[in-house]
């Protein structure tokens, strides 16, 4: 099979990198990649919302399967738009079509659907900038710390938790009025701010049936002890230690299968990944987002523990057949660690000489914001390298990837020393 991964980050070098293992695999192809995927297979250059573009791709390329990597392309519609093409609409799209994109690209959508389907979450109230008196008052009836969440797609750095209430005020004031997020932000879901600690579950769907991935959890603060600004991820570690079968079992109850059911109820032919943003508070799981694709960076540590062909995975969505399939994963553990631009996630400069990589052997490093500039490795973004080792226990797996950290190299390079601190 000739397969086409949309996307340039480490989740797409992840996939590339697991997907280039399979014997059904004919020719790889990523659009529009980066420097690591290059290694892999082929990319192409293109932007993943010029979907003419993405046509004659697929066309020229004799695609069999699209998987789709990151959020804008599916909630833009890409889905729709093969399926509705008569050369294409035979093509298998991994990613669900717009209106199951929803779940991630509207918060508002997002929550009333677990209201509907009675899917545990936080309580919560939807505001826009003619509503914003009315948020203050909802905001002073919470107590702090005060959530407040863009309804659209920011890149993952649109939810703020501030302790202060004038400070909160002041960031709705800044979504609501001045575009602070963009039109994500014209629309504002505050929300009860859940104690406990987050982790993330993954299902493949085909519409009907899912398998269950391997569990995360990611770290998305830049700074130490979870301080500071929100980022894409600075690191992921799999699996959670804390996830027994008993909790396991109440997130597959609880939340995956009537998530899946309400989907079915409600005429939602979801096709693709589904990430389930946890937080479990008193080992009691809440869903506090969805996400219709892998997450990212906690791709890097979810792949590398799968033992099951993902191929084999996407042809069982062909054949109808995924509920027969067996998920095997190793006992080892997983750890990745962000290696990011000085100043990320705020300004950041890119085309820093990179260096070191043949260093670290004992770790998969992959590749997220990187190019080749006259065949020199450079920055290209403000997440860079994604360091992966695996372990008989996270701690081993983490100081792998430590080790391999420090035998890289770019100028203003940033890493998290703490990541698995909580555990």
């Given at each position: 099979?000739?397969?086409?991964?949309?996307?340039?980050?480490?989740?797409e070098?992840?996939?590339?990198?697991q997907l280039?293992?399979?014997?059904?695999?004919?020719?790889?192809?990523?659009?529009?990649g980066?420097?690591?995927?290059?290694?892999?297979g082929?990319?192409?250059s293109?932007?993943?919302?010029?979907?003419?573009?993405?046509?004659?791709?697929?066309?020229?390329?004799?695609?069999?399967?699209?998987l789709?990597g990151?959020?804008v392309?599916?909630?833009?519609?890409i889905h729709?738009?093969?399926?509705?093409?008569?050369?294409?609409?035979?093509?298998?799209?991994i990613?669900?079509?717009?209106?199951?994109?929803?779940?991630?690209?509207?918060?508002a959508?997002?929550?009333?659907?677990?209201?509907?389907?009675?899917?545990?979450?936080?309580?919560?109230?939807?505001?826009?900038?003619?509503?914003?008196q009315?948020?203050?008052?909802?905001?002073?009836?919470?107590?702090p710390?005060y959530?407040?969440?863009?309804?659209g797609?920011?890149a993952?750095?649109?939810?703020?938790?501030?302790?202060d209430?004038?400070?909160?005020?002041?960031?709705?004031t800044?979504m609501?009025?001045?575009?602070?997020?963009?039109?994500?932000?014209?629309?504002?879901?505050?929300?009860?701010?859940?104690?406990?600690?987050e982790?993330?579950?993954?299902?493949?769907v085909?519409?009907?049936?899912?398998?269950?991935?391997?569990?995360?959890?990611?770290?998305?603060?830049?700074?130490?002890?979870?301080?500071?600004?929100n980022?894409?991820?600075?690191?992921a570690?799999?699996?959670?230690?804390?996830?027994?079968?008993?909790?396991?079992?109440?997130i597959?109850q609880?939340?995956?299968?009537?998530?899946?059911?309400?989907?079915?109820?409600?005429?939602?032919?979801?096709?693709?990944?589904?990430?389930f943003?946890l937080?479990?508070?008193?080992?009691?799981?809440?869903?506090?987002?969805?996400?219709?694709?892998?997450?990212?960076?906690?791709?890097?540590v979810?792949?590398?523990?799968?033992e099951?062909?993902?191929l084999?995975?996407?042809?069982?969505?062909?054949?109808?057949?995924l509920?027969?399939?067996?998920?095997?994963v190793?006992?080892l553990?997983?750890?990745?660690?962000?290696?990011v631009?000085?100043?990320?996630?705020?300004?950041?400069?890119?085309?820093?000489?990179?260096?070191?990589?043949?260093?670290s052997?004992?770790?998969?490093?992959?590749?997220?914001?990187?190019q080749?500039?006259?065949d020199?490795?450079?920055?290209n973004?403000?997440?860079?390298?994604?360091?992966?080792?695996?372990?008989?226990t996270?701690?081993?797996?983490?100081?792998?990837s430590?080790?391999?950290?420090?035998?890289?190299?770019?100028d203003?390079?940033?890493?998290?020393?703490?990541?698995?601190?909580?555990?």
């Open positions: 099979m000739n397969v086409l991964i949309l996307g340039s980050g480490a989740r070098h992840a996939f590339a990198y280039a293992t399979s014997s059904l695999l004919k020719t790889l192809y990523i659009a529009p980066n420097a690591g995927t290059a290694q892999i082929t990319n192409i293109l932007s993943l919302t010029d979907f003419k573009a993405v046509k004659k791709a697929l066309i020229t390329h004799q695609i069999d399967i699209v789709v990151p959020e392309p599916l909630v833009a519609g729709d738009f093969i399926a509705s093409d008569p050369e294409l609409k035979h093509l298998l799209v990613g669900p079509k717009k209106e199951g994109a929803q779940l991630e690209g509207s918060k959508f997002a929550k009333e659907f677990m209201i509907r389907h009675q899917i545990p979450t936080a309580k919560y109230r939807s505001f826009t900038g003619d509503s914003l009315e948020a203050f008052v909802f905001l002073e009836h919470l107590k710390p959530v407040l969440k863009a309804d797609l920011a993952g750095k649109g939810v703020l938790i501030l302790e209430i004038d400070k909160a005020k002041d960031e709705l800044q609501l009025t001045q575009e602070k997020f963009g039109l994500a932000g014209h629309t504002v879901v505050i929300e009860e701010y859940l104690d406990g600690i982790m993330s579950c993954f299902a493949l085909d519409g009907a049936d899912y398998v269950v991935l391997p569990n995360a959890k990611d770290y998305k603060r830049i700074g130490e002890g979870d301080t500071g600004l980022t894409g991820g600075m690191g570690i799999s699996p959670v230690p804390f996830a027994d079968a008993t909790l396991l079992q109440k597959e609880q939340i995956i299968k009537p998530t899946i059911q309400g989907l079915q109820e409600e005429g939602i032919a979801y096709q693709g990944f589904l990430f943003g937080m479990i508070v008193r080992n009691e799981p809440f869903v506090i987002e969805y996400n219709v694709r892998m997450g990212d960076p906690e791709t890097e979810v792949l590398p523990r799968l099951t062909d993902l084999t995975l996407f042809k069982a969505i062909k054949e109808h057949n509920a027969e399939q067996f998920v095997k190793t006992p553990s997983a750890a990745t660690v962000m290696a631009s000085g100043g990320y996630p705020e300004q950041y400069e890119k085309g820093k000489v990179i260096t070191g990589l043949a260093n052997k004992n770790s998969d490093v992959f590749h997220a914001g990187t080749h500039n006259n020199v490795l450079v920055t973004g403000g997440r860079v390298l994604a360091v992966t080792s695996t372990g008989e996270i701690y081993d797996a983490l100081k792998k430590y080790r391999s950290l420090k035998k890289i190299h770019f203003g390079m940033y890493f998290r020393t703490d990541i698995g601190f909580d555990l």
